[in-house]
């Protein structure tokens, strides 16, 4: 099942090439499995690889010893060899799995969490504007499995197994299986795209109530994005459909349906204000401090980047797991992300800085729930219903 995963990965997420760069980052736990993904890309030709392991028992102890000026220069948070790749057009896989931060000073957390954004600017401005071959996929660690399968035996595998099935491992073709889920967002993005909604209205039964205004000249984009002809898969599984609000046009509140994880530390039960595109309020019962470093994270991490629509009814909603991982999370849910937008998500890009939000940071949190409805409203008023129960009605 491994093998069948790595192919995946290199085939559909990253479609790499012969003799193109490849940078993996990933938890030192799973160097069986890097180990499995390095032999195939040598298999197609790749030569120049580089693995940025991490280690999460050895992060902590940074943590708790280091002082912030020290932590500026650990390779664990200074992540400048990502610009040293991105300049050579390099293929960039990270390895994702949830980590959990317990006895860490907040503003520590904070600190690196900057550090990591902001010491590779040319690597998130490529990533930003689809210049570069990336994609997030998931590996079942420990600390994930305890978290997820507490108690239980061999819960280690039962979380790889978990990821097969939802990234559809398990498939007899899994290469296939993706490319007919991939064409069904497609379709959906395309729809989208032909309404030109000029505001979206959602509303449900934890309290949503808010209207996103939608710039001209949207664009929403499925999980399938083309850099350079080549057609890649950046998160690995994916459900969504996306595009970029209008930087003032956010009006409302809006509830989490799912738990969020960031830099290690639950955030749960929250609400967030908008008026005129930014926050203007927010409280959580979980994670207060969290929440309100990403809020603050720079000047503009207080506006929306991203507006994601993901059926209620999907793979990783009916499982009725809870992943503590925004990456499946996220793709079981309706979610938005504040700070930065794609700028992939508006054809007019004179005007892309005036519509569409910038920021060093991007975070996704979820409220789609089984109650959600979503009405798109076009320029002359008229009202269309997009998702009902949680679903898109076509």
Known sequence: MKEK?????????LNISSNQPLLISGPIEVYDFIRIIVAKAYARGVRDIYIDYSDEVLKQLQLKNFTLEELEESPFWNKKIFDEYAKKNAAFLMLSAYEETTDIDNKKLEHVAKITRT?????????LNNEIVWSIVSVATKTWADKMFPNEKDNVEKLWNTIYKMCLVDQENPIAAWKEKINITESRATHMNEKQYKYLYFKNSLGTDLTIELPKDHIWASGATKVDDKI???NMPTEEIFTAPYKYGANGIVYNSKPLVYNGVLIDKFMIRFEQGKV?????KEGYDALKSIIEFD??????????????NSLISNSGLIFYETLYDENASCHMALGSAYLECISNKEEVFKQINQSNNHVDFMFGTSDLEIIGIKDDDTEEIIMQNGNFIN
């Open 5 to 13: 995963y790595a192919d995946l990965i290199l085939e559909n997420c």
């Open 280 to 284: 203007v309020d927010f409280k959580a």
């Open 119 to 127: 010491s590779r600017p040319l690597f998130k401005e490529k990533q």
């Open 299 to 312: 000047d503009t991490s207080n506006m929306l980047g991203e507006i994601a629509l993901v059926n209620y």
């Open 232 to 234: 890649v898969i950046e």
